[in-house]
């Protein structure tokens, strides 16, 4: 199965079971499924991506991560440009596009990142955002086997985002594409190196701590930092 029918195939098993979870927290009522899952999302971290990652940190010279990571940056701006269309965030979606004009022309295919010493911010936009942003609600906290936190909302964005936004995922070229996948995950994994070392120290119950922190998260980047109106 490759990466894409994952999310689904989660939201399925997931609402399956919705019915016969018992939880305290009402925004996680698959709460002994999830721990499942984030213990397996552990165990992969812990036995192929950390060391992965930090292989990588060590090989890799600092300038070529800043390109990996720039050149990953800018296709995700094109999630970023559809998602703002969108919800209407016009002004936003003007930078959006400049960002992808000048670091794609000008940056080398997006390696350096010029837009952003140009005062064109990098924005954080995506399909399940707007689902929010239209009063779709969060929906049960939910852990994608590979992905991580979600939510059902934020599950069926990545769906939508994967199948259509997302260039990496557009490659027709199955090995190139699985490379180019493999190695945005693990620039991910290396450039969160230092916060998951500091939350593995500082976390007592580390599934709660994420779960918290993610779902407070997604709840910002819905409102733009706003707080939510009284109901």
């Known amino acids: 199965m490759n990466f894409l029918g994952k999310p689904l195939l989660c939201l399925t ?10 939880n305290g927290d009402p925004r996680d009522p698959l709460e002994p499924l999830n721990r499942s899952i984030h213990s397996f999302n552990e165990g992969v971290d812990r036995v192929a991506l950390k060391p ?5 940190r060590a090989i890799a010279p600092g300038p070529v991560q800043d390109g990996v990571r720039n050149f990953y940056s800018n296709l995700d701006d094109v999630t970023v440009l559809a998602n703002n269309l969108l919800q209407f965030k016009l002004d936003q979606a003007s930078s959006d596009f400049l960002r992808i004009a000048f670091n794609s022309g000008f940056g080398l295919f997006g390696l350096i990142d010029i837009a952003t010493p140009m005062g064109l911010k990098k924005h954080n936009e995506d399909f399940g955002q707007t689902l929010g942003r239209w009063g779709v609600g969060n929906g049960p906290y939910l852990v994608l086997p590979f992905f991580g936190p979600s939510s059902f909302r934020d599950g069926v964005g990545l769906a939508v985002d994967s199948l259509t936004t997302d260039l990496v995922y557009q490659n027709d070229h199955v090995p190139s594409r699985n490379q180019t996948v493999a190695l945005r995950i693990v620039s991910r994994r ?10 593995d120290e500082a976390a007592l119950d580390g599934y709660e701590f994420t779960r918290d922190f993610n779902m407070e998260r997604r709840e910002a980047l819905v409102q733009d930092g706003r707080p939510r109106p009284v109901e």
């Not at 098993?13 to 018992?22: F, K, N, R």
């Open 13 to 22: 098993a997931a609402s399956l079971l919705a019915g016969c979870a018992v």
């Open 190 to 199: 290396s450039d969160l190196q230092d916060a998951k070392e500091a939350i």
């Open 52 to 56: 992965l990652s930090m292989g990588y």
